[in-house]
């Protein structure tokens, strides 16, 4: 029993074990798909910086050339002024009319350099933005390049806990198995041994019952032929008629005595702690006693519920005694069940206890509601539980009246007829489930509250604790107080039914007809002995009982092992399917960490490589500032793009053409990729499935040819169990056969006696006969002569 409660725990902690790993599967899958999400945005984003830095580069590009062609400009104006300026000086002397126009043409140069200076300058103060703007997006993405990184590691981390994991639990479930195959091979061992053994008991049992009914029709005769005055009719001359000692009923009133104590002691420790809990609650909620004082009412309360075990305590002893009482060399009626009057006044003092601290428990549950922070919902169960509180009390009261009723006939003789003893344990059977209900409801109820109570803000750590401790007391006097209840209704006929009767009479049994009866044993127990003694071949009684306590044992034995590897078996086999389920999980969850770290890797190329891209792209622009115009023009007419002239009121501008059509190319492939990948997806999803169902199908299919080879193995017992009636039929008819043979055979040598006697007496007849009629005829001679 010690390893099967050893498996029963260690089942129980594979399965957490299980749940603790299926929980942080679901989160890692969470966070899988959390990552997948990022590294989704990361891709647009990456996308839109770099569509951004071509747009910079290109404008870059654009206002590079423009400002050489202004710089060259500015060098062919000043050129020209200096010109304009020496002509000028040349022309002094030639009148009015030139040095105007000169003025003027002076004037529109300066205008034309002015505004040339001012649109250099915003374009360089455009340029600056830019180049900063850059920088900042660069560090920007560099800092979440590293936070993604230090991301992975850590899920990477992460993860490979989790495998190490799996992998020690795979290993320690394969240990698990493997021993207990080894257990249930053992185990089958075992029962097979103990099947062999009783069926070597059976076969004694036979011959016993086979001796013992004989030795009965040997006594009934006896009893018959040598016991002929009985009489019955009148049970008013029966005085002397004691009933025979029913070691069976004292048998079965001890189990039924020893199960009840052990009910008895589970109750009174699920009284005591629900007491000395709720004496705890009352020195912390609603004013905690370390810190303020609490009311007069709550230490009157407190004071009642310290007394508890003075009125608990004593049931378990009361109780005690009267089990003691009951032994098999004692007569257990209610009419001799002196120690259960104890037990009757014990559990009325602690009714009335009960009755003692109702209005306490009343009062202190209203000063619960009349708190500040008590809400609606508080108070609706409150007073919930001030009528379960009245509804137990009263339900004790009413088993207080049920016990002293059936201890009345151990103290005053004729008190109650058997057909009222039958009506008041029917009662007290009804009325112990009404307890178990109203306890129930109670608990039902004061889970309800505490589960309120948590929310409230003012809660403590030591009232949630005093809380945890008084439900759970009350879920143990729940579960007695219903265990009490089935027990009481399962021997409701035990209880019923009177075990010792005078024989003709439906009368109880007195105490004189007790002390008779106990007299009678002795005296018979002396003549076994006796007999023993003078018959050493026999076998002893105390032997006979042991031998039948064995074969009791060994038959309850054998039906508990053959349930027990029955459940170990069905365990056995669930837990392959578990075990299954969770390699494939495993190995599922392997695959798709593989493609996660396929997937960063990919993201991570990218990203390697548009960051190099973007430092080639500067590097280029630097060397394209120093490059001149004709170079650049050669390199594009080399590269197959010819460069267009676009002209203006400003200036002229030479541009590219740019790669808009390969960025449509990328979207494209982009959408087709993605598209092919979402599919991919959805057909790897349904192969999971399949695989899972197919594993589920497989462990069903495994589980039923468990099953059908052990209904093969129950109809192969089954079938030996049917030839061996068979057989004992077959040897019962040719006993049958061989005792009526036997029975004709007497009777024929009966018949032949009773035939050679009947010709004995007529020969004798005869005899007698012709004696008289010889002396007859003497006779008459002699009176002749």
Known sequence: MANVTDLQTKYSKLAQEYSKLRAQNQVLKKAVVDEQANSASLKEQLKQRDQSLRKQEQEMDSLSFRN????????????????????????????????????????????????????????????????????????????????????????????????????????????????????????????????????????????????????????????????????????????????????????????????????????????????????????????????????????????????????????????????????????????????????????????????????????????????????????????????????????????????????????????????????????????????????????????????????????????????????????????????????????????????????????????????????????????????????PQSVPYREALSNRRILTSSTESREGLTQQVQQSQEKIARLEQEKEHWLLEAQLGKVRLEKENQRIAELEAQLAAALGGSLNSQTAAAGALTRGHEEAAAELKAAGKEPTLCTSLVGMLCTTPTDEHVGDEESREQLIKSHYMARVGELTTQLQISDSKAVHFHSECRALAKRLAIAEKSRETFSEEVKLANQNITRLQDELATTKRSYEDQLSMMSDHLCSMNETLSKQREEIDTLKMGSKGNAKKNKGR
């Open 68 to 535: 050489q062609q202004l710089a060259k400009r500015v060098e062919l104006l000043q050129e020209e002024l200096a010109a304009s300026e020496a002509k000028g000086k040349k022309g002094k002397s030639k009148g009015d009319s030139p040095s105007q126009h000169g003025l003027q043409t002076q004037s529109v140069f300066d205008e034309d350099l002015q505004k040339k200076i001012e649109e250099n300058e915003r374009l360089h103060i455009q340029f600056y933005e830019a180049d900063e703007q850059h920088k900042k997006t660069e560090a920007e993405l560099r800092e979440r390049l590293e936070k993604l990184e230090k991301d992975a590691e850590q899920h990477q981390a992460v993860v490979d806990g989790l495998t190490t994991k799996y992998a020690e639990t795979i290993e320690r479930l394969q240990s698990d198995k493997a021993r207990l195959e080894v257990k249930a091979q053992t185990l089958e061992r075992e029962a097979k041994e103990c099947r062999m053994r009783t069926e070597d008991c059976q076969q004694q049992l036979r011959r016993c019952q086979s001796e013992l009914n004989r030795q009965v029709k040997q006594s009934s005769s006896v009893i018959q032929e040598k016991v002929p005055f009985n009489d019955t009719k009148f049970s008013d001359y029966n005085s002397l008629n004691v009933p025979s000692h029913n070691r069976r009923h004292q048998l079965k009133a001890r189990d039924v005595a020893g199960q009840a104590m052990s009910f008895i002691q589970d109750l009174v420790a699920a009284l005591l702690n629900f007491h000395s809990y709720t004496e705890q609650r009352v020195h912390i909620y609603p004013l905690d006693s370390s810190i303020e004082t609490i009311s007069p009412l709550n230490q009157k309360f407190s004071q009642y519920l310290h007394e508890n075990a003075a009125y608990v305590r004593p049931l378990e002893d009361s109780f005690l005694q009267l089990y003691q009482s009951i032994t098999e060399d004692t007569v257990t009626v209610l009419e001799t069940v002196i120690k259960l009057k104890n037990f009757a006044v014990n559990f009325s003092s602690y009714t009335h206890f009960l009755q003692k601290i109702l209005p306490y428990q009343l009062k202190s549950l209203e000063e619960e509601c009349e708190a500040p922070l008590c809400t609606a919902a508080l108070n609706a169960k409150n007073q919930e539980l001030q009528s379960d509180i009245k509804r137990v009390t009263s339900v004790f009261e009413k088993l207080q009246n049920y016990i002293n009723l059936l201890a009345l006939p151990s103290v005053r003789q004729d008190a109650m007829p058997q057909s009222n003893t039958s009506a008041v344990f029917t009662q007290l059977a009804a009325c112990l489930h009404s307890l178990h209900d109203a306890i129930k409801e109670m608990s039902k109820h004061y889970n309800q509250k505490a589960v309120i109570e948590r929310e409230l803000p003012t809660v403590t750590q030591k009232l949630c604790t005093t809380t945890e401790c008084l439900l759970g007391s009350l879920g143990s006097l729940t579960s007695c107080t219903g265990k009490i209840a089935t027990f009481f209704s399962n021997n409701l006929d035990f209880f019923t039914s009177s075990g010792y009767s005078p024989r003709g009479s439906t009368a109880a049994l007195n105490p004189v007809q007790a002390e008779s009866m106990l007299a009678n044993k002795k005296k018979a127990t002396a003549y076994i002995q006796a007999v023993k003694k003078a018959k």
